[in-house]
């Protein structure tokens, strides 16, 4: 019933901007953190961004610190990612992830720890 759907990838110069959106339905997540993962080729799955239910305190990646920035609204069951000055090591597939439990505090940055996940949306960065 309940699922993620993410969108917004594409292909981009290095230096370039998108904005991804994950997009829920089936239920309401209000009251659970959300965070993105990634996965490029050959590597495993990494903690990009998350965000509490709130809405406030998100949590970056040293890697992406400075460049992402995640966002929620929650009167339309949606987190956002918005990507500036994408470099090529930013390529993978975005992964949208709903936590398992509500009120967590503080976020994880574990996968295990998400129990809803979208289908993922391809970033691909040229140099």
């Known amino acids: 019933q309940a699922q993620l759907e993410e969108s917004g990838g594409g292909l981009v110069q290095a230096g370039g901007s998108l904005r991804l959106s994950c997009a829920a339905s089936?239920?309401?997540?209000?009251?659970?953190?959300m965070a993105w993962f990634r996965q490029a080729p050959g590597k495993e799955r990494e903690f990009v961004a998350g965000?509490?239910?709130?809405?406030?305190?998100?949590s970056y990646a040293s890697s992406v610190k400075g460049r992402f920035t995640i966002s929620r609204d929650n009167a339309k069951n949606t987190v956002y990612l918005q990507v500036n000055n994408l470099k090529p090591e930013d390529t993978a597939v975005y992964y949208c992830?709903?936590?398992?439990?509500?009120?967590?505090?503080?976020?994880?940055?574990?996968?295990?720890?998400?129990?809803?996940w979208g289908q993922g949306t391809q970033v691909t960065v040229s140099s």
């Open positions: 089936g239920r309401t997540f209000s009251t659970y953190n």
């Open positions: 965000i509490l239910w709130s809405g406030i305190f998100p």
């Open positions: 992830a709903v936590d398992r439990v509500r009120y967590r505090s503080p976020l994880s940055t574990r996968g295990p720890d998400y129990g809803y």
